[in-house]
């Protein structure tokens, strides 16, 4: 069973920037893609971005060029940058992590973005 517990999350203005992490624990051995999705009030889940095999990285294209995403194994922790926030980006934003087909997910953080 894996554990992830994000945090961050919280208020922003359009423009500006936010952090949210992601720390694992567990058993996280064989892990291969840790991820973010988001949830916009009153819409489906939607991708995020993903870290493949710790390096290869994805990307929606709504946060292409604003967000990054990136791991830090010696803290079993998955970040995930934003820039640039704009109002659409307001949502519950959940970190996921996948071995093979079982995916884990957190709690979800909320992320506020105000126009």
């Known amino acids: 069973q894996v554990q992830l517990v994000e945090s961050g999350g919280g208020l922003v203005q359009a423009g500006g920037s936010l952090s949210v992490s992601c720390a694992a624990s567990g058993n996280i051995l064989g892990i291969n893609t840790w991820g973010w999705y988001r949830q916009p009030p009153g819409k489906q889940r939607e991708f995020v971005a993903a870290i493949i095999s710790g390096s290869n990285t994805n990307y929606a294209d709504s946060v292409k060029g604003r967000f990054t995403i990136s791991r830090d194994n010696a803290k079993n922790t998955v970040y995930l940058q934003m820039n640039s926030l704009k109002a659409l980006d307001t949502a519950v934003y959940y970190c996921?992590?996948?071995?093979?087909?079982?995916?884990?997910w957190g709690q979800g953080t909320q992320v506020t973005v105000s126009s």
């Open positions: 996921y992590a996948r071995k093979g087909t079982i995916v884990n």
